[in-house]
């Protein structure tokens, strides 16, 4: 006879999901590991969300990229961390409800992240291929919109996707005290399209573009720089400027991609419900992308540096601290 201990719910001994187990210090130390990203994530997003709402300098369509990004990635370590270090360590005991909410929270947030770097891309494209325009074309106006119908096409998209679970909550559980994300075939295969292969191709033929074209900037202005060195210093500076915020966006996609392809290679080779154990490292994966964006921010990015240094003094508190110099 089975020790009912085991159980989420001894008295529902058929029906009932089996507590989850692991050997004690591996379950304690890996429990404390994802704590410790769950709220470092947490802080250093919220440092950059501060540090690009406060200071005016930091207005900019680009930044404001970024800092929809952190929000999304803000968000994994508010909520999607803490979900997932709770099911690791108990049953799901909030109910099928709740489960929704929190499985269409992590999908929106995940379509908006990727969402975020296909604009991320784009914005580069035009600033490395089409510079002379880039003022015009890409506004701060016109990157508020573009974000507002990221984040909107996110909570719609989930809407349809998971329009099954919306209707039925709960309907795809194999038994009671678990809360997995269960979406039909036909569902599966169109966010497999929609959320993985159209958004992966557009980012590769965007930065391979840029990289091209940026590579042979570099060169023009090597041949500039030497030919007529004062008349076109202030472009040359101009130019290397966008040419470095290439690379470094470019990382920034890079990391993202090595993140975010083993999320869906492995719902493409095993099913559309995540609930291996390899898919759950998959996804934690994932989710720690959200830690490593605010690492490379600080790492390339000189004023995030100083923008955090201002905000850790309690600088930004004093009159006026929007308008510091600090790029």
């Not at 269960?182 to 497999?192: E, L, Q």
């Not at 090597?222 to 040359?236: F, G, I, P, R, W």
């Not at 291996?276 to 830690?291: I, P, Q």
Request: glycine content about 4%.
């Amino acid at each position: 006879m089975e020790d009912q201990s085991e159980f989420c719910f001894p008295q529902l001994i058929n029906i009932s999901c089996r507590k989850p187990t692991s050997h004690w210090s591996e379950g304690v130390l890996f429990t404390v590991l994802l704590s410790i990203i769950c709220i470092f994530t947490v802080v250093l997003n919220l440092l950059v969300i501060i540090s690009i709402s406060h200071f005016r300098q930091l207005h900019t369509p680009t930044n404001l990229l970024l800092l929809s990004l952190a929000l999304s990635d803000f968000l994994v370590g508010f909520l999607v961390w803490p979900g997932e270090i709770y099911m690791r360590t108990s049953c799901w005991t909030l109910g099928d409800v709740l489960c929704f909410l929190y499985n269409c929270m992590t999908f929106i947030i995940m379509s908006a992240s990727v969402g975020n770097m296909v604009l991320i891309s784009a914005d580069r494209y035009v600033a490395i291929c089409d510079p002379l325009h880039y003022n015009t074309k890409v506004t701060v106006r016109r990157v508020q919109l573009c974000v507002c119908l990221c984040w909107c096409s996110s909570f719609l998209y989930c809407c349809i996707i998971l329009n099954d679970q919306l209707a039925h909550p709960g309907r795809s559980f194999s038994c009671y005290g678990e809360c997995v994300i269960g979406i039909n075939y036909y569902a599966g295969v169109v966010d497999i399209v929609v959320n993985f292969l159209l958004p992966l191709s557009i980012i590769i033929t965007l930065y391979m573009r840029v990289f091209v074209v940026a590579v042979s900037q570099a060169r023009a202005m090597s041949s500039h720089v030497t030919a007529v060195q004062v008349q076109l210093s202030v472009t040359v500076r101009a130019k290397k400027s966008e040419v470095k915020a290439a690379r470094t966006l470019g990382v920034l996609v890079l990391v993202f991609l090595v993140c975010f392809c083993p999320y869906y290679i492995v719902t493409l080779a095993g099913g559309h419900k995540i609930i291996t154990s390899f898919a759950k490292y998959v996804l934690y994966l994932f989710d720690f992308n959200s830690c490593l964006n605010p690492l490379i921010y600080a790492l390339f990015y000189p004023w995030f540096r100083r923008a955090v240094r201002q905000i850790v003094t309690l600088h930004i508190l004093q009159p006026g601290s929007w308008g510091d110099n600090i790029i």
